[in-house]
């Protein structure tokens, strides 16, 4: 089209190409024009040249770091190594994104922000599950105030695994492992998302499955001052309870887990394809009208990991405030830290204020 602006696509590196880097990254890099995927970094295996037959493989980090043309890397490695990989990327010139959680400690986080910060650089952190159809349904109705105030919600992340995982990285014992540092992440960053900074926290960690060598439950509650949040995860739940509840002063809303990327993703459909992200679970809100209660089917919003994408790239090219900050991140962090802190306390605790 005459007069329109040629897309400089960001020229972007993986640092893994395991479940998280050909699943949750590498397929939404394909579809957007707005990026590359030109390198990645896979010690002894080429898995990533079956989706791009042209892309260079680095053997070691430093190889990558040293290769000018790129822009963005994507710290998606376990997650002990946040920290020290993406303060090398940043070192290198580079703008990146780490995989949540973002570090191990919430002081890691800050002073990877305040280096980002100083040389210019965007720093972001993949909380993909913003981007649910799950959680796009909760904000519309939040919004739409047909609860009223609320005053209680309950948010589950419920699988049924009886034996760990293959994933040495997050079964081994050791800082930033465990259930609340990963899927915790998740339920953490959407509560502060929708509901702000809480003034208490009460958190349950513990060890269910007989082999686990890592926490793989917790039950948190957030106080805020007439609202409680609650938050859950557990590897042995077979036939979970809703995984959203909304309570409030004229009725309640309630949805089944029903974003279906994660699913398609796994195997081998590609964004963009047609329905993608379209989940076809409706929820339920039953509010108090007329002296009676009156149901109403919700139709859930469709879901697209991607987006994120799409936000970042304004970010880099134009300065624009990354889809999430530094900042963010590192609330979710010190959320997690201050559960830790409750937990081996055994009550609720004072969080301290922003």
């Known amino acids: 089209m005459a007069g329109s602006k040629k897309i400089i696509p960001i020229n972007t590196a993986l640092l ?6 050909s699943i949750f990254h590498a397929p939404f890099l394909k579809v957007n024009p707005y ?14 040249k079956k989706l791009f037959p042209e892309i260079t493989i680095y053997r070691t980090l430093e190889e990558l770091l040293n290769d000018r ?4 890397v994507i710290v998606n490695t376990p997650n002990t190594t ?8 940043l070192r290198a010139g580079k703008h990146v994104v780490v995989e949540k959680p973002f570090t191990v400690t919430a002081q890691q986080g800050e002073s990877l922000n305040r280096f980002a910060e100083k040389n210019n650089l965007v720093l972001s952190v993949y909380h993909n599950r913003r981007y649910d159809s799950d959680f796009r349904t909760i904000e519309k109705v939040l919004k739409s105030r047909k609860l009223g105030n609320l005053m209680e919600a309950e948010f589950r992340f419920d699988r049924f695994r009886q034996h760990p995982g293959k994933k040495m990285h997050k079964e081994s014992p050791g800082p930033g492992s465990g259930n ?9 960053d959407q509560a502060l998302i929708l509901f702000g900074w809480p003034q208490e926290i009460f958190a349950d960690i513990g060890i269910q499955r007989k082999e686990s060598r890592v926490e793989d439950f917790f039950e948190i509650i957030l ?14 739940v077979a036939d979970t309870l809703p995984e959203t509840v909304l309570y409030g002063e004229k009725g309640s809303f309630i949805k089944r887990k029903g974003d279906v990327q994660e699913s398609a993703l796994s195997n081998g459909v590609l964004p963009g394809e047609e329905d993608w992200g379209t989940d076809k679970s409706p929820g339920v809100l039953k509010v108090y009208s007329g002296n009676k209660f009156v ?55 004072s969080v301290p204020k922003q």
């Open 69 to 72: 043309a790129i822009e963005l």
């Open 295 to 349: 149901e109403t089917s919700i139709p859930p919003k469709s879901g697209n990991y991607g987006a994120f994408y799409d936000e970042l790239f304004p970010a880099i090219r134009k300065g624009k405030q990354p889809p999430v900050t530094a900042g963010q991140a590192i609330d979710v962090i010190k959320i997690i830290e201050l559960a830790y802190k409750s937990h081996h306390l055994h009550k609720v605790i």
């Open 223 to 236: 106080f805020y001052e007439k609202m409680r949040i609650r938050l859950h995860s557990s590897y042995l």
């Open 16 to 21: 893994s190409y395991g479940m998280s880097g």
């Open 82 to 89: 946040h920290y020290d990989y993406a303060m090398k990327a």
């Open 180 to 188: 609340l540092y990963d899927l915790g992440s998740h339920l953490i």
């Open 35 to 48: 990026y590359h995927l030109s390198s990645v970094w896979e010690r002894s295996k080429s898995l990533s």
